[in-house]
C-alpha cells in the first residue's frame, strides 16, 4: 500500500459518497487508475463496505449503554452468547475482551424503559452470562471517525 492508497482510504473515510471523479482530483490521479486502485482495495478486503452514518436519537435509539458481560468460561458458553448476539439489533457493537469483562457490548434503545426490558428479558437470559455490568452514556465526546492510515 503507496501514499496515494492511503488518500484514497482517507478521502473514503471522510465522505463514502465521493464520486470516483472527485476523488481522483482529491488524490491527484485521473479517473481511470483511481477506480482501479479504489477496486482493489475493496478486492483485496482493505475496503470491506461503504455505509450511511445514523443518528441514533433520530431512530428512536438515542438511550445508549455499555454493558459489561461476563459469560462462563468454556467454548460451548461463550460460542453460544456470541451466535446469539449475532440475532439482537439493539446489541449494535460486540466484543471479546482480555481480562474481566470477558465482553463489552454498546446497546442502543429508545430509553431507560426500553433498556430495562432489554436487560431483563434479553441480556441476562443469553446463554452462559453470570453478571452484567451497565454503564448509562450520557454524552458522546468522540464519534468514530474511522482508522489512522498513516
Do not use: H
Amino acid at each position: 500500500m503507496d501514499a496515494i492508497d492511503r488518500s484514497i482510504l482517507r478521502e473514503l473515510q471522510a465522505d463514502g459518497r465521493l464520486t470516483n471523479q472527485e476523488l481522483a482530483q482529491r488524490v491527484g490521479l485521473t479517473p481511470s487508475p483511481c477506480l482501479r486502485r479504489v477496486r482493489q482495495l475493496e478486492d483485496d478486503g482493505v475496503i470491506r463496505s461503504y455505509r450511511a452514518v445514523v443518528d441514533p436519537a433520530s431512530v428512536a435509539r438515542g438511550f445508549e449503554v455499555f454493558a459489561s458481560v461476563e459469560v462462563r468460561r468454556d467454548r460451548a458458553s461463550v460460542a453460544a452468547f456470541e451466535d446469539r448476539l449475532q440475532t439482537i439489533p439493539d446489541v449494535v457493537e460486540a466484543y471479546r475482551l482480555y481480562g474481566a469483562p470477558g465482553s463489552l457490548l454498546r446497546i442502543a434503545v429508545a430509553d431507560s424503559d426500553a433498556y430495562e426490558r432489554f436487560w431483563t428479558e434479553r441480556l441476562i437470559a443469553l446463554p452462559g452470562v453470570t453478571d452484567v455490568n451497565s454503564q448509562m452514556i450520557m454524552k458522546r465526546i468522540k464519534a468514530p471517525q474511522g482508522i489512522p492510515v498513516d
